[in-house]
């Protein structure tokens, strides 16, 4: 006598997830793949003298050898190894009972490599050193998706001084940092991209913040900085595209007749779409290496982006220092 076996529409459902998960959506069924393993399960049968389960795995385009079973047992899961993950497999499961009987084919579930997909990749940048009260720029532009698929982005602070962390879901957030302090302090930042199925592992990145030095004169007077009016700036721009809208950074060098100047220089600028004021000036002062990093308000649209900076010295501009940059949006 012939042994049926009873089965649902959807034969295979739902196990686990494994690393570098691969889930896969066929007619009513689904499974999790990792890159050399998958693990399926099925509905148990009813059958009083059931006795197991064989599961017969094919590659595309050959046949099933139901002399040879990928795995036998009593369990309604197994998982079977060192599979390859550009290879399409297919599925049967077969019951049989006590008797020998074996059952026919239940419904079979395929996957493709084109249905794999792969956990993306967070990188949240280079390690940075600014001077307090600087604006900072945070850099996730360096994550990736194997696949190719479009990335989410959430940003968290995880060490230091707390900051108010503007536009944290987004590629580029950006924070002002913290001022008064009595010794540098150390900012850490974590980033978690998702292709909307799967989260990447976070990524960590380091701001350190440098205190505004001060210099000593011969009697041990504590007095600023005094700057040589001879000093000028070197603005370069950066555009990023963020769909809607745009973002741009400035990187001013101060340098004078030796080089790149010392950090602590205050630098006041104002970025000018066209003819339009993009919100209001940003400040900051430079970091050991001369320079600080300057950022727009968001905008829409094509033309003229400029960004125009002077160098202060005891609040009261350099006007031999002034300099603009220009470059077209299109």
């Not at 197994?78 to 419904?107: K, Q």
């Not at 913290?178 to 909307?196: A, I, K, N």
Request: net charge negative; aromatic share 12%.
């Amino acid at each position: 006598m012939a042994f049926n076996l009873s089965l649902p529409l959807s034969v295979f459902r739902f196990i686990s997830f494994y690393f570098l998960i691969i889930t896969a959506f066929v007619g009513f069924s689904n499974f999790s793949l990792a890159a050399t393993q998958i693990t399926l399960a099925w509905d148990e049968n009813s059958e009083p003298n059931l006795a197991g389960y064989c599961l017969y795995v094919r590659q595309a385009n050959r046949n099933f050898n139901y002399n040879l079973p990928a795995w036998e047992g009593s369990e309604t899961f197994c998982t079977i190894y060192n599979l390859t993950d550009t290879v399409e497999y297919c599925f049967v499961i077969r019951a049989y009972d006590t008797n020998g009987n074996e059952s026919a084919d239940s419904n079979e579930v395929c996957l493709s490599s084109t249905s794999i997909n792969h956990a993306p990749v967070a990188n949240a940048g280079s390690d940075q050193t600014v001077i307090e009260r600087t604006e900072v720029l945070l850099d996730g532009s360096g994550s990736s998706d194997p696949d190719g698929d479009e990335l989410l982005y959430q940003w968290r602070q995880t060490g230091g001084v707390q900051v108010s962390l503007m536009d944290e879901w987004d590629m580029n957030p950006s924070f002002l940092a913290p001022d008064g302090l009595t010794q540098d302090e150390l900012l850490t930042f974590e980033l978690v991209v998702s292709d909307r199925e799967l989260n990447s592992s976070p990524d960590m990145v380091a701001v350190t913040v440098q205190t505004i030095p001060e210099q000593t004169d011969t009697i041990g007077a504590s007095q600023p900085n005094v700057f040589e009016p001879s000093m000028t700036l070197e603005p370069s721009i950066t555009l990023f595209n963020k769909g809607r809208y745009y973002q741009a950074k400035a990187t001013v060098v101060v340098v004078d007749e030796t080089g790149p100047a010392d950090k602590g220089i205050y630098v006041e600028g104002q970025w000018y779409f066209g003819n339009d004021q993009i919100g209001d000036k940003v400040s900051g002062y430079t970091n050991p290496k001369g320079e600080v990093k300057l950022n727009s308000e968001r905008f829409v649209g094509t033309g003229n982006l400029c960004f125009t900076a002077v160098i202060y010295e005891n609040g009261i501009a350099l006007v031999d220092s002034e300099t603009q940059s220009c470059i077209e949006v299109q």
